[in-house]
Nanobody
Framework: QVQLVESGGGLVQAGGSLRLSCAAS????????MGWFRQAPGKEREFVAA????????YYGDSVKGRFIISRDDRKKSVDLQMNSLKPEDTAVYYC???????????????????WGQGTQVTVSS
């Protein structure tokens, strides 16, 4: 079992930055990757980024590539999402998740993640 708790959301103006953090506890060693997803009102949950638990490889959704950076701190057992050049369309609830699926091509699919945090709201004003 893995427990995930997000923090760091808030309100920011367009062009600004925010850093989200996801604290993981429990049996994190059995999971292959940690990911961030987001969901805006009336929209489907969208893949944002993922990081491999074994080799630190990172993967990004097309809409955030070049602006967001995912990283991990093994000492703190946390996964962070640095969000730069924020746009109003980045407004959503952001979720941290853990997957036990080995195949990397599936890490963009929310259904492959059995464990989720409670989410944190990010609002970008224009």
């Amino acid at each position: 079992q893995v427990q995930l708790v997000e923090s760091g959301g808030g309100l920011v103006q367009a062009g600004g930055s925010l850093r989200l953090s996801c604290a993981a506890s429990g049996r994190t060693s059995r999971y292959y990757a940690m990911g961030w997803f987001r969901q805006a009102p009336g929209k489907e949950r969208e893949f944002v980024a993922a990081i491999s638990w074994s080799d630190y490889s990172t993967y990004y959704g097309d809409s955030v590539k070049g602006r967001f950076i995912i990283s991990r701190d093994d000492r703190k057992k946390s996964v962070d999402l640095q969000m730069n050049s924020l746009k109003p369309e980045d407004t959503a609830v952001y979720y941290c998740a853990a997957t036990d699926v080995e195949y990397r091509e599936r890490w963009r699919e929310s259904l492959q993640y059995p464990y989720w945090g409670q989410g944190t709201q990010v609002t970008v004003s224009s």
